[in-house]
């Protein structure tokens, strides 16, 4: 009896420590998945980058349904690497990949998405892509211009008159 009075608080410590690092293993897990979710039409954000980069160091290998996400995000590493595929067949197939990337995460976290929603149920208008192309285009140009391969063109409308003469 005095052993289980004394164990008692120990074992609820240990309990709630393990139920507590059980939930932030999920949790951080959960913000890798949403942090795709969120830019998976931007895929060239720094916050997807990273989310991708940290999927490693969230998904257990040693779970057989997080090494699935662990395998497919290999597959589409090595996609993403690939510099020989033509451009029209790789930017569907990184996209097809992606897509079965986030069903296996969504699996994992038990979120019920199918593959067709992943795909096509992110809206993105049309204003964000115009300004990342503007702003692309600014920063080629500027950086054509700073390299010395591209002139700013000048024009001199009105000389000062001088009333010396």
């Given at each position: 009896?005095?052993?289980?009075?004394?164990?008692?608080?120990?074992?609820?410590?240990?309990?709630?420590?393990?139920?507590?690092?059980?939930?932030?293993?999920?949790?951080?897990?959960?913000?890798?998945?949403?942090?795709?979710?969120?830019?998976?039409?931007?895929?060239?954000?720094?916050?997807?980058?990273?989310?991708?980069?940290?999927?490693?160091?969230?998904?257990?290998?040693?779970?057989?349904?997080?090494?699935?996400?662990?395998?497919?995000?290999?597959?589409?590493?090595?996609?993403?690497?690939?510099?020989?595929?033509?451009?029209?067949?790789?930017?569907?197939?990184?996209?097809?990949?992606?897509?079965?990337?986030?069903?296996?995460?969504?699996h994992v976290l038990?979120?019920?998405?199918?593959?067709?929603?992943?795909?096509?149920?992110?809206?993105?208008?049309?204003?964000?892509g115009n300004a990342?192309?503007?702003?692309?285009?600014?920063?080629?140009?500027?950086?054509?211009?700073?390299?010395?391969?591209?002139?700013?063109?000048?024009?001199?409308?009105?000389?000062?008159?001088?009333?010396?003469?």
């Amino acid at each position: 009896m005095i052993i289980a009075v004394l164990s008692g608080p120990i074992i609820a410590v240990q309990v709630t420590r393990h139920l507590d690092n059980k939930r932030e293993k999920y949790e951080r897990k959960l913000q890798v998945f949403k942090a795709l979710m969120t830019t998976r039409n931007y895929t060239i954000s720094w916050d997807h980058v990273a989310a991708l980069n940290r999927i490693d160091l969230e998904f257990n290998k040693k779970n057989s349904k997080e090494k699935a996400v662990v395998e497919s995000w290999k597959e589409y590493l090595d996609l993403l690497n690939d510099k020989n595929m033509p451009p029209e067949q790789w930017g569907d197939k990184r996209v097809d990949l992606l897509v079965k990337l986030l069903h296996k995460m969504a699996h994992v976290l038990d979120y019920d998405f199918d593959k067709t929603h992943i795909k096509n149920s992110s809206y993105s208008p049309i204003a964000h892509g115009n300004a990342e192309d503007q702003q692309n285009a600014l920063r080629m140009g500027l950086i054509e211009v700073l390299d010395g391969k591209r002139t700013i063109p000048m024009t001199i409308t009105n000389f000062p008159i001088s009333d010396k003469n």
